[in-house]
């Protein structure tokens, strides 16, 4: 320290001294928080950033609700779940070490760890255990969790490809510098035997920084399996690398027998290789939630005395339910809220997969992570942090790519198992090559150790599930469940609700029908004058058709019947044809078998128009559903509503088999018959009445607009309103299918071709290092097809529905 340096720390009452200015802050701070515990029980410093954090969680620092709050969720009482990020994963063996370790633990409900991410989600009951128990468990086994964060996400993933890079360069210039000095001793014919021995104690040398520091995660990682009692695939690795070096030690040192030095180095610099590929081809697969998670602005604009126009630069972090934000074009909105001032167009594609902005107007709800494209807007904030649109859509998206479908679980029971038979087979090889040629051994025992891949059967299908999950989430349709995908793929019949799915969810008027010489401009005035108070759905169908153009007075309601009031001195009624001519012979509407619902206007008893109202079907519902009957599915409509207006849709739409006035228990019913033909039923609906039926079917689909509850109930959520979305949705699952049996299929036939030829001696340790580390990296290559993945319904009617869409948008 510098002569006159002082920087004092007040702790327990005396002043202490601290060695720079930074560290006086960060302990002061910690001190005036109330955390000076972590002083009083510290023992010694940490060695390492790593061990501090491991400190800090052993001490119950990540106890405390005020830091829980930004990364814990409540479910109930005492239940809660929390997002985590593992540090020193490194394939697929570390995900299933940490899932039985956490799992085993008391008082932990589930946890699921998403391979591609790293990202853990944990239940636990904080009545029996605490969160900083689960960290220190998981430090316990040679890991490293933390909350997660997208900054810290970032930060651990530079991090670890530093590292990796600095380990492949070590390894890269020590095996081209030992291949130097091997090469001459396999082909020179002349070399005397201390030039050979001067060259294997050069390789040597060259080689222990390979072995000891590049080599290193390697026995690492097989240490932390053998203290568990697992077989992890560090473990054949660390075996084929340590046998083959101190085999080629002993050799050196003793002048007898053969050196591997440049088969050690070549293994591990290949190996190193794969593994660094496939870590960026896994953060690619992983992209889709990293993108959600950092569409959330850091700062925001606040105006802190609303409605005055004061303005203050705030972190989105120090945002409260109820404070006013201003959202400029260009700027993403912060969280939920409700617009209070303003209209713009808002793009909501990277949540919904929806192409076309959104006109959002004063009291429009906005969905935080939302883009503002064309004016300012004032937006109330009412839903912060875990409470938003976008939280949930993680969490869901975390959860389905954390579940594991049947075929995933198989691979990984085959994965557990392949490194304990592959020991066995090892050493039966090498007993047999003893008694045939002991000079072989060694190196046959190693290509088999290092040839064989169990990466690849527990890569095979999370890498598919995970990259196609994240491509169906920038579609539109969210993946909440594991099998989602894995079933959708295999569903034979496609259910469909009417209201709120294949229709909009409210009334429209289709036509309107003057009578009596009067036009159908002056029947809309009438009917809107008629209806200007009413929030019935009908009326605020009525109004759109026009403008009231004078006031109606004396208005009376008959609930169920229609309204009568009174303009510019003439009585009218509008309702039920019945009511409107005040007969009890109502007079017959123009097409009573339409479809639509009829309503009439009349003046004075004399009816003067039929206006008809229907739900109108979805702008793409043709091209999506004959595009799902090309996919070969059988499409059904059952609906509770009318059987005409049912009829009229299903006939509208090409849907043959289609059920009127359906209840819940009705709609249950009708799946469960399909289900009894042998048939895979796929539920697409949207109201609280279509909750048991999404439970019972064996995929559901929920639209975005729709009740909570149903979302809650069904496997996979569609954000948007494209019904194209599901002929895409159905297509990626198919595909993805089929990248998994791919994948499955290279993974096991590979070992089954590559170690009969290792145990045969055609493999030598450095094609073993490629073979290995290509299988796994083939995988996830396979697998990241996926992300790319783009299958129109009908480009011609595609772009027809755009324009239809884009009119729509516009259309006052």
Known sequence: MPDGAHYPIKFEGETRPACCRGCQAVAQTIIDSGQGAYYAHRTALPATPQQ?????????LYDLPEIQESFVRTEAENIREAALILENIVCAACIWLNERHIAGLPGVLSVEINYATRRARVRWDNGRIQLSAILKAVSDIGYIAHPFDPGRSDDIYKRERNTAIKRLAIAGLGMMQVMMYALPTYTA???TDDIRLLMRWASLILTIPVVVYSAWPFFIGAWRDFKRRSLGMDVPVALGIGTAFAASVYATFSGHGEVYYDSVAMFVFLLLAGRFLEMNARRRAGAAVEELVKLIPAVTTRLPDWPARDEAQVPVARLAVGDHVLVRPGETLPADGVVVEGDSAVSEAMLTGESLPVSKTVHSMVVGGSLNQASPLVVRVDKLGADTRLASIVRLLDRAQSEKPRIGQLADRAAAWFVGLLLLITVAVGLVWYAIDPSKVLWIV??????????ALGLATPAALTTATGRLTRLGLLTTRGHALETLARATDLVFDKTGTLTHGHLSVRCVVPLGGRSEREAGMLAAALEAGSEHPIAKALREVAAPA???SHIRNTPGRGVEG????RVYRLGAPAFAVASALPPTPPEPDSGASWVALAE??????????????RADAPVALAALQKQGLRLHLVSGDAAGAVQAIAQQLGIAEWHAGALPEDKLAYVNALQRQGRIVAMVGDGINDAPVLAGAQVSIAMGEGADVAQAAADMVMLGSRLVTLYEGVALARKTRRIIRQNLGWALGYNLIAIPAAALGYVTPWIAGIGMSASSLLVVLNALRLSSFSQPADDGNRKAQDSRLAAQESSP
């Open 52 to 60: 501090a954090e491991a400190e800090l969680a052993q001490l119950g």
């Open 189 to 191: 014919t002349d070399m």
């Open 446 to 455: 190693v290509s088999i150790l290092v040839v064989t891949c169990p990466c």
């Open 550 to 552: 004078a006031i109606a």
């Open 566 to 569: 009174t303009i510019e001195g």
């Open 604 to 617: 004075g008893g004399e009816l003067i128009a039929w206006f008809a109202l229907a739900d109108t079907p």
